[in-house]
DNA sequence: CTGTTAGCGCGTTCAG
DNA sequence: CTGAACGCGCTAACAG
């Protein structure tokens, strides 16, 4: 009674094994007669059929495989999170395969397209190189991208330098004349491009209001808090700061509060500050931000690595999923010096 | 070039292939010259034997499965992020079994103990049936337990009861004579009892410093910040309030300063809050509490699956973790002037 | 010490 | 439409 094998149900239905496959992979012709006796069968043994063997017979591994840097950001832990609620729902476990030094891309890849082959592969912020590409490619590997592009694959994606403008342009709505950008480095070792993106759409907003690019304004470096808050600092240290930054992610934004509260500087009164994604922590600290779909994007790609699995010939997919501001208590209008009325501190921002 | 097989290596060593297992898995006894013809052959050849495979002939699938509640709970993912790292050295993918509801668990172990079985199994924070354990030991399966004890399994934990003494007695000794107390519910539909004896340790401290348990100091409800955020309420409603509060999580210490804030109660001047756990966010809330080494369980779990996969008759381990104290910004003497008196505004605690 | 023979549980040709 | 046979890549008896 332990494992009820194909076996145990081809004898029970009085067929081969071969047609219990066919009846459990609907692949093939199958009598509907032959087809209720298997099916039945099936029931009253419950046979259940052995993921890992199915596995090792179309040489693939049972999970869905997902390649992600930097997993423990709590911004990429939250599509995993998406991911992993709709493959349960698939009967395939998530495993992840964390990049959190550049070498281990390579690493990984060749491992999945080598004697691993997952089911399904989801690929999260990376740059594919054309060599890793190919790799999979004669791995019948098809990846699914999130938070990246690359021709002929699915992605899944939101549009970053709308979101970058949707931004800057709040600042900008509220008064805002000098807006300072904080972001990552442009060609950063793991090939990262949103923000780049992000800054693309900072640029625009400022072109199309009519307004400079200022000297020093534009700050990028490896990504984190501590030197988000660096270069908040040198920002703010300049003869003519901003009034406002734009952090190209709540992390960074994190690290610019920090520094306008080392510096004595109200938050928004003397600076406002805007991130991007909308993480768990942005709502605790009141961050005014553009929140980003990330557990759905999760969702959505496990979605596709499901269609792709039953009809590989499906066209790649691009899935564009919709970005919002979600104002909280962080951007303000400017503080003119000579302005009227004394703006007085509202109450207290509580998160929740 | 395309794969190279055990076959490959044994053709190229001029042996069977069963002698190359062997020396793939240093099990048997190969002499040592057929030895290095063997490894010879697999470095000329690039040879990486299939996991897939493997596990397929041991019946074993090839990746650590962690059955973990809330993945996305800031403390919980902290674990699994110590075991992505160190199974990566391992070479061993990492499959998440997320259960958010209580059916989960049954669900997951079915399929673990079922068709995948796989290399390692790791189980954080949940207890086991008795009715799982005996089909995870027909399955051969011999679960890692963290946050979780059983007799007979491994562990990694920590003392937690000495974590809710450590905490209490830090209130204690800043002057509080009335100390709350916010946990979980006693026995929840997940079995987690980290609270329950946290909660134990906040009694003896009470006993040990001779003061009385006040009636309805002591709140326990299902986990979350805003539960703990009305219990949190209806202590400090009390006639007479707490001065400080023992929240046996993070998550739930937030919820009190939020209650706090409501009130328009200063922090930590009217009223002291310490929590558990010291989660990402608690240092930015500048928060006062217990850490314990949540990334260093997953390594530790991590090693112990590794250490049991290489010697199955092992005895159980179990792995105390430290705890340490760390005292930040919501907590200080208590406020001895007029009790019911004057409240003012919180100065926001800073972080950093 | 080493080679041969069986499978692991299933998918997938091929006949029929 | 269905069954028998083979193979995925490797491990595990069983001989020798």
Known sequence: MSVVTIHDVARQAGVAVATVSRVMNNTGQVRAETRQRVLSAVTTLGYRPNRTARGMARGRLATVAVLVPFVTHPSAFARVQGMVESCRDLGLPVSLFDVELPEHQGEHLRALAGDLRPEGLVV?????????????????????????????????????????????????????????????????RFG?????????????????????????????????????????????????????IFAASDTQALGALEAAREQGLTVPDDLSVIGFDDVEIAEHAGLT?????????????????????????????????????????????????AAAGRRRRAARPVGG
């Open 124 to 188: 999260v912020s990376l740059q594919l190189t054309s060599d890793e590409r190919a790799r999979l490619d004669e791995a019948g590997l098809r990846p699914v991208l999130v938070d990246t592009e690359a021709a002929g694959l699915s992605t899944v994606c939101i549009d970053d330098e709308a979101g970058g403008a949707l931004a800057t342009n709040h600042l900008l709505e509220l008064g805002h004349q000098r807006v300072g950008f904080i972001g990552d480095l442009e060609h950063d």
């Open 192 to 244: 990262f491009t949103a923000s780049e993106r992000r800054h693309a759409g900072y640029l625009r907003a400022l072109a199309e209001a009519g307004l400079p690019q200022r000297a020093g304004y534009q700050r990028t470096g490896p990504h984190g808090r501590e030197t988000a808050r660096e270069h908040a600092r040198a920002l703010l240290a300049l003869a003519e700061p901003p009034t406002a």
């Open 289 to 337: 931000t553009i929140r980003q779909p990330l557990v759905d994007s999760g969702r959505q790609a496990a979605r596709i690595v499901e269609q792709e699995r039953a009809d590989p010939g499906r066209a790649a997919e691009r899935c564009v999923l919709d970005i919002t501001l979600v104002a909280r208590q962080t951007t303000a209008p400017p503080h003119h010096s």
